[in-house]
């Protein structure tokens, strides 16, 4: 089952910050976060591993809830480069190597 | 390095014709995925490769879909005959032993079946 990602789309002016929530009706192993501006291929920001640990890149850092079967991606200090959808994927189980991205969060920064 | 290769960017079809879409993955990256992407289902996996071996083709849509791996370097998806409803971006990727590892996109192919 797909994951949801909250919210579904959000707009920010540079400097602004931003959440961006995915959730999971299954246990998770591992959490992947992806950037994919307009007409590209996606891009791999982070993962996180099964263990509640918080990540970082550069301004934007990620958090995983194992309990919860959820994951956060905190957009700080936000620019413009930072505009595109962003899609979380989600491991139930190590080694399954199967991963179902979720339903994507357009974020759009303005000047 | 390249990056993952694909060929054709583009390929335009009519129903019932066979389709190949090709993908060379990093060198060195032993896992291969392909996905598809559509406005209405999303990024979907199709099939992924570990050691050149199909590992997972749960998400092949379908009997018209197959893929192979003959190598480490190369790797073709197929559909055959195809439909108006197969239109999408699909994307090949490759890791570094398991999906653990970030995975690098190909920049796509998009397919559309008139």
């Known amino acids: 089952q797909q994951p949801v990602q909250s919210p579904q789309a959000v707009i920010l002016r540079e400097g602004e910050d931003a959440v961006i929530n995915c959730s999971s009706s299954k246990a998770l192993y591992s959490v992947h976060w992806y950037r994919q501006k307009h007409g590209e291929a996606p891009v791999f920001l982070m ?31 936000s620019q413009l480069s930072y505009s595109g959808t962003y899609f979380c994927g989600t491991e139930a189980t190590s080694g399954t190597y199967k991963y179902i991205f979720g339903t994507g969060t357009r974020l759009k920064v303005l000047a | ?43 979907e996996l199709l099939i992924y490769f570990n050691n050149n071996v199909p590992i997972d083709d749960s998400g092949m849509p379908e009997d018209r879909f197959s893929a192979k791996m003959p190598n480490a370097s190369f790797s073709t998806l197929k559909i055959q005959p195809s439909e108006p409803r197969d239109s999408a971006v699909y994307f090949c990727a490759s890791s570094y032993y398991r999906a653990a590892y970030e995975q690098y996109f190909g920049p796509g192919t998009r397919l559309t079946v008139t």
């Open chain 2, 1 to 43: 390095d390249a990056g993952v290769i694909q060929s054709p960017r583009h390929e335009v079809t009519e129903m019932g014709q066979e389709v190949t879409l090709r993908c060379k993955p990093i060198s060195g990256h032993n896992s291969l995925f392909w996905y598809r992407q559509t406005m209405m289902r999303g990024l």
């Open chain 1, 47 to 77: 993962i996180l591993l099964k263990g509640g640990e918080q990540k970082g890149h550069e301004k934007i850092s990620a958090s995983f809830n194992e309990k919860k079967q959820q994951s956060s991606l905190y957009l700080t200090a």
